[in-house]
């Protein structure tokens, strides 16, 4: 899982500007090796259905990517949200300034 942050891109100044239109993104990478085309949408279908339960949970002008694996097309719907929620957990800790990161 990656995540992009406009607002923390615009404020870089070496960075390129970004141009913030609307909210969160989310992309969705369900390739080949998850299995066919009714496995494959079934996945991302899931996948959205959990990443809108975690919308809360998110920084708005992030952009997040996931990219399901091949476990995913086996995977409970509770296991992919609990997987999603550890993901941005992590993702946002990563993300976070040392100065951040200690006041936790």
Known sequence: M???DRNRAAD?????PVLGVGGLRMGLI???TVGNAVTRHRVARRLRHSF???IDDVDLSVDVVVRALPS???ASSADL???LRAGLSKVRQR???PAE????
């Open 12 to 16: 870089d100044a070496t960075s390129e």
């Open 2 to 4: 990656h995540i992009f």
């Open 72 to 74: 995913a097309a086996s």
């Open 52 to 54: 809108h339960s975690l």
């Open 30 to 32: 369900v390739s080949k």
């Open 95 to 97: 993300s976070m300034s």
């Open 81 to 83: 949200e609990r997987q």
């Open 101 to 104: 990161n200690t006041r936790r």
